[in-house]
C-alpha cells in the first residue's frame, strides 16, 4: 500500500494511492469516501517527523571513497526537520557552501512509539513503511565543521518522498540516484553494514522513535557535485523517484 501526504482544499490530507486516484484516508489509515486524482493535489514530503536520523558509512564503499573507515557501530547523527522539503520542489544551494552533493537513500518511516527495543522482540512490527530520501550534504562544511549538524541542516536539503510503501521487502532492492538522466549512485541495500531491523533496534535504545519520524539507512557509492540547473532524481525499486530541480537562492 503506497500513502501519500498532500495539500488540497487548503489542508493537509493523508490517502491511499492507486494509480492516478488518491483515497483521503482517516488517523488509522482506514479510506473515507474522499477521492481525489493527482492532478488536484499537491504531493507534500512523504513524513512529517519530530526528527530524522541518519546513518553515516552504511555503505563501504561510500566510506571508502571519502576516505572513511567502516564504523564499528552505527554512526548516527540528525538532519532538521526544518530541511525537509517534497518531490518537485528545488534543492537550493546556500552561498556558505561551493561543494554541496547528492545521497540518494532508503528510509524508514516509523508507524508507532519505539524505546528499547528488545533482541527478542521483531523491531520491523515499529515501521510504517519505507520511502525515498536525498540526504544533501554540504561536503565542504561537513568536512570543515567535522560533525555534520551544518552541512545537513540547511533548508531543502532532505527531499522525502514521493511515498511511503507499507508492503515492501527491503532486505534487497535497488537503490539509484540520477543527475540529468545520468546514474551517479547505484547500490543494493543488502550491500548495507548495517542491515534494517538491527537499526531500528539500535537506535530506539538511544532515543525515544515516535509515529512519522524517519532514519535515513545510508547512501551507496557515487555521490557527486550538484550544480544550479540540475535535476537530481532518487529510485527506490517497490517505491517510486524522488525528483527535484537544484537551484541558488
Known amino acids: 500500500m503506497k500513502i501519500a501526504r498532500f495539500w488540497a482544499n487548503g489542508q493537509v490530507g493523508i490517502g491511499i494511492v492507486e494509480g492516478e486516484e488518491i483515497w483521503e484516508c482517516d488517523e488509522r489509515l482506514q479510506k473515507t469516501q474522499v477521492l481525489w486524482y493527482m492532478d488536484e493535489v499537491k504531493l507534500l514530503a512523504a513524513a512529517a517527523p519530530s526528527k530524522v536520523v541518519c546513518v553515516g558509512r552504511n555503505y563501504a564503499e561510500h566510506a571508502a571513497e571519502l576516505g572513511n ?3 564499528k557501530s552505527p554512526l548516527l547523527f540528525l538532519k532538521a526537520p526544518s530541511s525537509i522539503i517534497a518531490g518537485g520542489d528545488n534543492i537550493i544551494i546556500p552561498s556558505q557552501s561551493s561543494q554541496v552533493e547528492h545521497e540518494g537513500e532508503l528510509a524508514i518511516v516509523i508507524g508507532r512509539r519505539a524505546k528499547d527495543i528488545g533482541d527478542d522482540e521483531n523491531a520491523l512490527k ?68 548495517f542491515p534494517i531491523e538491527f537499526l531500528v533496534r539500535y537506535i530506539s535504545l538511544q532515543m525515544t522513535l515516535m509515529p512519522g519520524d524517519v532514519i535515513a539507512t545510508g547512501t551507496p557509492s557515487g555521490v557527486s557535485k550538484l550544480e544550479p540547473g540540475d535535476v537530481c532524481e532518487v529510485t527506490v525499486e517497490g517505491i517510486g523517484t524522488l525528483k527535484n530541480a537544484v537551484s541558488t537562492a
Open 69 to 71: 573507515e567502516v564504523p
Open 126 to 193: 515499529y515501521v510504517l513503511g519505507y520511502t525515498c530520501l536525498n540526504d544533501v550534504t554540504a561536503r565542504d562544511i561537513q568536512r570543515a565543521d567535522v560533525q555534520f549538524t551544518r552541512g545537513k541542516s540547511f533548508d531543502t536539503f532532505c527531499p522525502i518522498g514521493p511515498f511511503v510503501e507499507t508492503e515492501l521487502d527491503v532486505s534487497d532492492v535497488r537503490v539509484t540516484c540520477s543527475v540529468n538522466g545520468e546514474i551517479r549512485q547505484d547500490g543494493r541495500t543488502s550491500q548495507m553494514v
